[in-house]
């Protein structure tokens, strides 16, 4: 398929009007996907037969599951999105500064969310902003409403898995350097080599010159003067434990799905949902653990689980402060002089990287 072929359909009302309203600003989205990803159907099958079983984190991200991580990002317990903006909501013009003018701005995510545009309002006269996200329809949305927020931001939406190689997209004009923003300490959804390679193919796209705004979630808590509270593994925990259940909902909103879109054979509420902090791998394991002995039925698949039996649904990694340099070694990236952003009390940390030489890492 072309270039900008992809569309799907789509009803938010928004992208009915059609291509007649389609902001002068806004380029057709472009393809950079190099394999078909693993579908949702094939991802189970070959998770739950595995000796642990899994199903992986990004098939959280329905409709439904969207709207419930929406939810979690307002929880009092869930502490990393409000500490992360209220860095941004007061440093966002220094990171910026240290940016430069006329830069191309990379999103990993399809953000139009409150944190791209704290960005965005405080570059000076970027040179274009390229979300790349997995659902083309999300991404779609959100580059429109981006589109319409700065006309005069040239807006070249990407669709591609951004967790593993891609083709990047054409600039579409020229730039002082490139950045890639990756907020919401997303990154410590990734396993701890993805993570590096990850990097890896980050500091490659920017290429020299290039930096990288990175939120991460530290723990231990970045060491400041005086912290008003200081993050225990106890708050950690609360975070992915919510007493509303909204983080177990959207846990479990993964066998909803499994039932709605598979036609599965499963009891949601026959799983509890269990996270647990594991201090050697310092991250949140989150598990749906089945309450008793029983068979689940997926397209014409049986699976048996034990009483405790459980499935693996995500790992959220905290990042040692003072072990950064570990995180970022031989990614072609290092970590910019005065280049760690912190709030009040030490809870999150947005860190800016620069890239060595050409982002080969050699
Ligand atoms: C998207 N990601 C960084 C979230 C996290 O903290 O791992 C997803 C999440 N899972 C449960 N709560 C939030």
Not at 140 to 163: C, I, K
Request: aromatic residues 8%; negative net charge; proline residues 7%.
């Amino acid at each position: 398929m072309a270039d900008g072929e992809d569309f799907a359909p789509h009803s938010c009302g928004e992208c009915e009007r059609g291509p007649v309203d389609r902001p002068a600003n806004l380029l057709p989205m472009s393809r950079g996907l190099q394999q078909p990803v693993e579908s949702f159907r094939d991802a189970v099958l070959r998770g739950l037969a595995l000796p642990n079983k899994s199903i992986p984190s990004r098939f959280f991200y329905d409709s439904v599951g969207s709207m419930l991580f929406e939810r979690i990002t307002t929880l009092d317990e869930y502490y990393p999105t409000r500490t992360e903006l209220s860095i941004l909501q007061q440093r966002a013009g220094e990171i910026a500064a240290r940016l430069g003018s006329g830069v191309r701005l990379i999103e990993f995510g399809s953000g139009s969310g409150v944190k791209t545009r704290l960005l965005l309002d405080a570059l000076r006269a970027p040179s274009s902003y390229v979300p790349i996200d997995i659902s083309a329809e999300l991404l779609e949305h959100q580059a429109r409403s981006v589109a319409e927020a700065y006309p005069d931001l040239l807006v070249q939406p990407h669709h591609a898995d951004f967790s593993s190689a891609f083709r990047p997209p054409a600039e579409p004009q020229p730039s002082s350097r490139t950045v890639v923003f990756f907020p919401g300490s997303t990154l410590g959804n990734f396993t701890a080599e993805a993570a590096q390679v990850f990097l890896r193919r980050a500091a490659e796209l920017c290429g020299a010159g290039g930096r990288m705004v990175l939120g991460i979630d530290p723990f231990p808590a970045v060491p400041v003067p005086q912290p008003l509270r200081h993050k225990r593994e106890a708050d950690v925990l609360a975070a992915y434990d919510d007493v509303a259940g909204v983080t177990a909902a959207f846990n479990r909103n993964l066998l909803v799905r499994m039932r709605r879109e598979l036609g599965a054979e499963v009891d949601p509420e026959a799983f509890s949902f269990v996270p647990r902090y594991d201090a050697r791998c310092n991250r949140i394991e989150s598990y749906l653990v089945s309450q008793r002995a029983q068979h689940i039925g997926v397209d014409g698949q049986v699976f048996t689980f034990r009483a405790g039996e459980a499935i693996h649904t995500e790992n959220s990694h905290k990042y040692d402060p003072n072990r950064l340099d570990q995180l970022i070694a031989g990614t072609g990236f290092r970590v910019a002089t005065d280049g760690l952003f912190t709030d009040r009390d030490g809870w999150f940390l947005v860190v800016l990287l620069e890239v060595v030489g050409d982002g080969s890492g050699r």
